[in-house]
């Protein structure tokens, strides 16, 4: 190991590739999908769909890097999370709310390659590579439960004569829920992962995630909610009435012993999805601030690096905070999918990330906006639609105040009981 | 490739130079505070740690290669102890870096070894000016040339062990550009302040302002020679070193507050378990390594010469800065009434973490 900071050549590739596909896809279509809410950007998904299924990129879990051909090469450290995060903040500079839409499994895939076993991952994942694109959301949230996700009330309950689990209770707040159960032409079967208690009694260790197929008689979207910002994407409200799914459809165990922890599978999730969350929003953060620099330049001001901080105007100071941040956020977000590839333990690194991204996303777009004047607040530009569109990256995947619970308890070796 | 840890070598450094911060800087640090000085066998056995032999190649005395990488780490661990005794332990390293980054051949030959063999012996710097707005690249102090020789005048503030350099290097405005002539003790035209600057903090480092009337310096002695040098590179590694210092303090506030916070009971639990306290450190945690990864990899690009390491230095030392700030003055913040007192550490680091806004050209990596 050694302290390097060398943009491995993929990376940097993969950025080159999808800033194309950022700006002839996503930015020129943003202002449009942005006025018709609920509409579905079928090219970007197509074209996606077939790039992905040729580069493997996309989804939120890191394909499985292939082994080397040649043994007596030296084994190359694996950058499957670093790569994905890469494609994700240029996707997000591009249009976050788009890229949310883009097919490939998304949170629910994530959860699947998380806490599922191979046999399940191999029935699941596989669609995500075939003819037509597909999606899968995860469905956590419910009005009683947001953050404090133990207070969830949907239940499982095993009819031991059929062996299915029978599934009953609403959630909210699903990304891609709609695309991801309702079915469509031009898309393949998706499914829904779905978390539920097996063990009211037993409290988060009775917890445990279904994967409920597209279809599937008993889900009914209830609504699609309409939203400041991200409005491309679909956030959908789904009823679970006497769900019926197939025994082998849970992740992880299905007896809740005391020693289970069922939620653990949740929380290993959101260690690999947070700073991939965290990359989202530094790709709005980072076209805030290029349009911004952009802008003032054409305006011909300068931002003279280099000077103390007394010689310089407000914005020039305000610029260079920005610059900081981003850098620095960026920098948080390699090092937390870093470990990820390593397989070190990142829960401390994961939320940090998202702390800062979260904190960078919202102030850089608000400053932006701020010191553009009347045009950051019109709708000539896009400048305003990320100001709207970056404002979820704190509240979502874990808000800046639960993130910055997590960060505490790590570092002050505290349990939730002890910290809440 | 990106990588995230330091290498065996270095991380031999930091444990080295970490474990001497713990048990020698930190437990005397708060009395050399106090009696405005530091103990001359303290600073020996930090500079016995070889931190600057190792920056310097076996060509002039060394034995070693520069790295401002390493440099960064084992500045943030000296600071970590103590910063007054990390910028005492570090004075050399402002007459022998420019020397080894910017000098020519012959100056490299003639002091670099004088410099690093033996004890530690005081040779500093001056760059800082007393004016509100001073900046390191539109210096007051002037060199004029005439006669095959250099002519400095002006006046320098907080130079670093003044009073008893052998030798120190200069930083004047040659037209327009930022240039460093060497100077050696005895020169005429050169005053010392009997004395010692008052400040806010780093009361333990005796720091001295400096006139130069007319100080003549022969065209060998400019930095670089004849031809002179860039200011950047050397502008660069003094940012990179106010950067990774800051860290130190902050890295020393955090753990203490955070320590302190798991101990102190208020309304029948422990401050930790009140969010308002658990918040606020796990927000100074998250700057730390934000500044941390950024000052790192500002080092990187310099090591490597990238195109924008000097400007990404640049946001390294203005980031850090704030952070330092911000840090410190939350640890006081948390340790409440007790933070006030000088019984406890919080206070001075919070005067030293304000220092890092206008301090850079104390320290170089
Ligand atoms: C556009 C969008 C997409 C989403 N996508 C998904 C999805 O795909 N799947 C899914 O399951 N969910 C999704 N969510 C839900 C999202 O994760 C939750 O909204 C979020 O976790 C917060 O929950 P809440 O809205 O109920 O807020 P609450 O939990 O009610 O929180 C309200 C406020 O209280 C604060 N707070 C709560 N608890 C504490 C505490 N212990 N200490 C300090 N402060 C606290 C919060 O930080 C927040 O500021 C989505 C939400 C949105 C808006």
């Known amino acids: 190991m050694t302290i390097e900071f060398e ?144 207070a969830i009330r949907t239940r499982a309950v095993l009819d031991e004569k059929t062996n299915e689990w029978v599934i009953n209770g609403e959630k909210i707040f699903v990304t891609a829920g709609d695309k991801s159960f309702n079915s469509y032409e031009k898309l393949d079967r998706g499914f829904i992962v779905v978390w539920a208690s097996i063990d009211p009694s037993a409290g988060r260790a009775g917890m445990r995630a279904f994967v409920v197929e597209s279809g599937t008689p008993g889900v009914k979207i209830a609504k699609l909610e309409h939203k400041m910002g991200i409005r491309v994407s679909d956030t959908a409200a789904i009823s679970l009435m006497d769900v019926r799914v197939p025994f082998d459809h849970i992740l992880g165990s299905p007896t809740v012993e005391k020693t289970t922890t069922g939620f653990k599978g949740a929380m290993a999730t959101f260690d690999a999805t947070r700073p991939l969350v965290a990359a989202s929003g530094l790709g709005v953060a980072r076209a805030a601030l290029e349009f911004l620099k952009e802008k003032l330049k054409e305006n011909g001001v300068e931002i003279r690096y280099g000077l103390p901080r007394q010689k310089l105007s407000n914005i020039e100071r305000e610029v260079i905070d920005m610059d900081i941040m981003l850098k620095s956020a960026w920098l948080m977000v390699l090092k937390a999918v870093w470990m990820a590839d390593n397989k070190k333990s990142n829960a401390l690194e994961s939320s940090m990330s998202k702390v800062k991204s979260g904190d960078v996303t919202t102030k850089i777009t608000q400053k932006a906006v701020e010191i553009m004047g009347p045009l950051g607040y019109s709708r000539e530009f896009l400048l305003e639609k990320w100001f709207r569109d970056a404002k979820i990256t704190d509240i979502y995947e874990g808000t800046g105040q639960i993130n910055r619970l997590v960060v505490a308890r790590q570092i002050l070796g505290y349990s939730g009981s002890e910290l809440r | 490739m990106y990588s995230f840890e330091p290498n065996e070598e270095q991380q031999m450094l930091v ?159 040659l037209d327009g550009r930022t240039q460093g002539f060497i100077v050696t003790k005895n020169a005429a035209g050169l005053t010392i302040n009997n004395e010692r600057e008052n400040l806010m903090g780093l009361n333990a480092l005796p720091l001295y302002r400096v006139k130069l009337d007319n100080v003549t310096v022969s065209a060998s002695d400019r930095l670089g020679g004849a031809s002179g040098h860039d200011f950047e590179p050397v502008l660069a590694s003094m940012r990179l070193a106010s950067a990774a210092a800051a860290l130190g303090v902050a890295r020393a506030a955090f753990e203490y507050s955070r320590d302190y916070a798991k101990e102190r009971e208020a309304f029948g639990v422990k401050i930790a378990q009140k969010q308002a306290v658990a918040f606020m450190l796990a927000e100074m945690r998250t700057e730390i390594e934000a500044m941390r990864l950024l000052t790192w990899e500002a080092a990187w690009k310099l090591d490597n010469a990238k195109g924008d390491a000097f400007s990404e230095a640049y946001l390294a030392s203005v980031g850090a800065a704030d952070m330092a700030m911000m840090v410190t003055d939350r640890a006081v913040q948390i340790l409440g009434g007790h933070g006030y007192i000088r019984e406890h550490p919080v206070e001075m680091w919070m005067r030293n973490g304000r220092g890092f806004a206008m301090l850079t050209g104390l320290a170089m990596v």
């Open chain 1, 7 to 150: 943009s491995p050549k993929p990376i940097a590739q993969t950025q080159f590739v999808l800033k194309t596909v950022a700006e002839e896809m996503m930015r020129s279509k943003s202002r449009y999908f942005d006025e018709h809410e609920h509409e579905i950007p079928w090219d970007y998904i197509e074209f996606m769909h077939t790039a992905m299924k040729t580069t493997g990129g996309g989804s939120l879990a890191p394909k499985d890097e292939k082994a080397e051909a040649d043994p007596n090469k030296p084994k190359r450290p694996p950058i499957g999370y670093q790569l994905l995060a890469a494609q994700i903040e240029t996707l997000a500079w591009g249009d976050v709310g788009m890229y949310l839409v883009t097919p490939g499994g998304g949170l629910g895939a994530a959860a699947v390659q998380a806490a599922a076993s191979p046999e399940q991952k191999a029935k699941f994942l596989a669609r995500f590579g075939g003819e037509k694109p597909a999606f899968a959301a995860m469905c956590m949230t419910e009005a009683g439960a947001g953050s404090d996700t133990s």
């Open chain 2, 15 to 173: 444990d080295a130079v970490g474990k001497y911060a713990s048990t020698d800087l930190r437990p005397a640090a708060r009395e050399a505070e106090e009696s405005r000085e530091l103990p001359k066998k303290l600073v020996g056995k930090g500079w016995e740690l070889g931190v600057l032999q190792a920056s310097i190649p076996d060509a002039y005395g060394g034995f070693g290669e520069r790295s401002a990488v390493t440099g960064a780490l084992a500045a943030e661990e000296l600071a970590f102890g103590d910063l007054a005794g990390a910028f005492a332990i570090g004075a050399p390293n402002l007459f022998a870096l420019p020397i080894l980054l910017a000098g020519s051949e012959e100056q490299k030959k003639e002091y670099l070894p004088k410099v690093i063999e033996g004890e530690w012996r005081p040779y500093t710097a001056a760059l800082i000016e007393y004016s509100f707005d001073f900046d390191p690249s539109d210096l007051r102090t002037t060199a004029k040339f005439s006669n095959n020789e250099y002519c400095i005048s002006g006046e320098k503030a907080f130079v670093p062990f003044a009073k008893d350099a052998e030798a120190l290097i200069v930083y004047a405005n």
